[in-house]
Every structure is written in structure tokens, then in C-alpha cells.
């Protein structure tokens, strides 16, 4: 069976259908090592297709794996790189 495939039956379930689909999913996401990055996203749609508080712990779930992540924050601008003559 191919993603297509698949994809297409998707579409054909109901919304319900879908939230079991999705939260099964995300429970087998569970069972995995949360430490390896994973290529899979969920969509708005996917998100949307939630209830609130299934959605809440999705997203609170993301920034928690996250939050071990270094991110460098810096200023766009830098006076020594900015060159008023470009302009």
C-alpha cells in the first residue's frame, strides 16, 4: 500500500474516526525514544481536528521535547554589519 493510498482512506473517515486515527498514532509516538528527532509533523488540520485538550497536550507534549534544544538568539542589525549607503 502507498502513502497515497493511504491518504486517501484517511480522507474518507469520519472526524472521530480521524481523532481515534490521530491519537493512536500519537500513542505509538509514545513508545518510541523521545530523544531522536522524528520526521513526522502534525498538521493544522490534524491539530484542528482535535479536541482542545487533546491539542493542549500535543502542544505542551512539543515544547516540553523541546526545551532541551540550545538556541542562539542574536540581533538582526549589528552596527558593524549595518551599511546605511546600501540603502
Known sequence: MTLHEIL????QLNPQERRTLVQQ???MNDDT??????DH????????????????????????????EVFETFEA???IDFNDDAF
Open 41 to 68: 509533523h502534525l498538521t493544522v488540520y490534524d491539530l484542528m481536528a482535535m479536541r482542545a485538550d487533546e491539542r493542549e497536550r500535543v502542544v505542551a507534549r512539543a515544547f516540553a521535547n523541546a526545551s532541551h
Open 33 to 38: 525514544d523521545t530523544s531522536s528527532p522524528s
Open 8 to 11: 486517501q482512506q484517511v480522507k
Open 77 to 79: 542589525y549589528d552596527e
Open 25 to 27: 498514532v500519537l500513542e
